[in-house]
């Protein structure tokens, strides 16, 4: 008879939260054996844990026997064609976990996710699952986004994986920033936010170079918009160097008035109207580009009520008193009357 390994009964840990968060669900059998595997995965090494989904509104009916079935499954239900990266930042904003997972559920599948979390927890860091072994059309298609996230200032990369381990306090800061959407997925480069890279040999077949072409051309864009300070400011600059050389043209123009003792025809009302021109679009074009900094500058990010709807099965409170044979004065019948 073999002796069973200590981590058998290992005591599941009581001193942290975790929350794994999901935002793009297919509601399939495989997905709902994925996530009751993954709950008996976390129940083992933690007694406290969360798992976050987010669903559009067409889906809602589908995911309710999950919600019953797996304790402590909160279900988000967001309008259909709500974009992929905004469901991710309801999640993060949601999850109540000391150690947050956002995660894609092929490859979380494919991870071992206790060590991701440990992994996370001991270094303190963004962590990204990783796997070295890129196939060449991959690193092809992925420099154009590469460039513009350095430009952005993001470790962009779409042929990543999308799933990061992220302990409380870090989290909060990719929250706080400017473009979360962006830093939930690539990380900024942010000296108060370490990146970590966990390595894995796991293959997630879903992940081809073709797959999610429209949720890269909308990284594409929204990579763009968040340049638009830096374009403002190129556009500004550019904008007074034209004012300079049209008022420059200008100065030439009157020079050669004065010196030359005769111009050809035409040419002092030509190149009158080029200066004006020159002056007029530089000016006009510095104007807006200074004036829409501002406003950027003055915007404050709006938080809407993106979140329509919930449903959930948990009460972590509730079951440490059940489990401490706590009774709660609420739970306590009432004296009965004195008469």
């Known amino acids: 008879m073999r002796e ?61 026997d999950i919600v019953r079935e797996v304790p402590n499954t909160r279900l ?37 996710v206790l060590a991701f979390l ?12 990783f796997r070295p072994e890129r196939r060449p059309l991959k690193r092809l298609a992925a420099w154009p986004f590469i460039a513009l996230g350095k430009l952005a200032g993001f470790n962009v990369d779409p042929s990543e994986w999308q799933s990061i381990a992220v302990p409380r306090t870090l989290l909060n800061l990719l929250l706080a920033h ?10 900024p480069r942010d000296p108060r936010l370490p990146r970590e890279w966990f ?35 190129v556009v500004a600059v550019s904008s007074t160097i034209l004012t300079l050389v049209g008022l ?18 035409g040419w002092l009302t030509t190149n009158a109207m080029l200066a004006v021109s020159a002056v007029f ?13 501002h406003l950027l500058k003055q915007q404050r990010r709006l938080k ?4 329509p709807e919930e449903v959930n099965r948990i009460d972590l409170f509730q079951q440490v008193a059940f489990d401490l044979n706590v009774v709660l004065e609420s739970d306590t019948p009432p004296p009965p009357a004195e008469g």
């Not at 297919?26 to 054996?33: D, G, Y």
């Not at 440990?118 to 699952?129: L, Q, S």
């Open 248 to 265: 420059a043209y200008a100065a030439w123009i009157v020079g050669a008035v004065l010196l030359v003792e005769q111009l050809a025809p």
């Open 178 to 187: 400017d473009e979360p959407r962006l830093a939930l997925r690539f990380p």
């Open 281 to 293: 679009m530089g000016f006009s074009t510095l104007g807006l580009s200074l004036g829409l900094q």
């Open 76 to 112: 988000f239900v967001v309008r259909r064609g709500t974009e992929y990266y905004d469901r991710r930042v309801i999640a993060a904003e949601e999850a109540i976990g000391d150690l947050v997972i956002l995660g894609n559920l092929d490859e979380i599948a494919a991870l071992d």
């Open 4 to 64: 069973p390994d200590a981590g058998t009964f290992r005591k599941p840990r009581e001193d942290v939260v975790v929350s794994v968060c999901f935002s793009e669900l297919a509601a399939t059998p495989a997905t709902f054996a994925a996530l009751r595997a993954l709950a008996v995965t976390l129940d083992s090494a933690y007694r406290f844990r969360e798992i976050i989904l987010v669903v559009e509104d067409n889906q809602r009916a589908d995911f309710l």
């Open 304 to 307: 809407g009520a993106a979140v």
């Open 199 to 233: 390595r894995t040999a796991a293959k997630v077949d879903s992940r081809t170079a073709f797959n999610g072409i429209g949720r890269r051309l909308a990284l594409l864009q929204t990579l763009l918009v968040y340049l638009t300070p830096t374009l403002l400011s």
């Open 118 to 129: 440990d992994f996370a927890e001991r270094e303190n860091a963004v962590t990204m699952a």
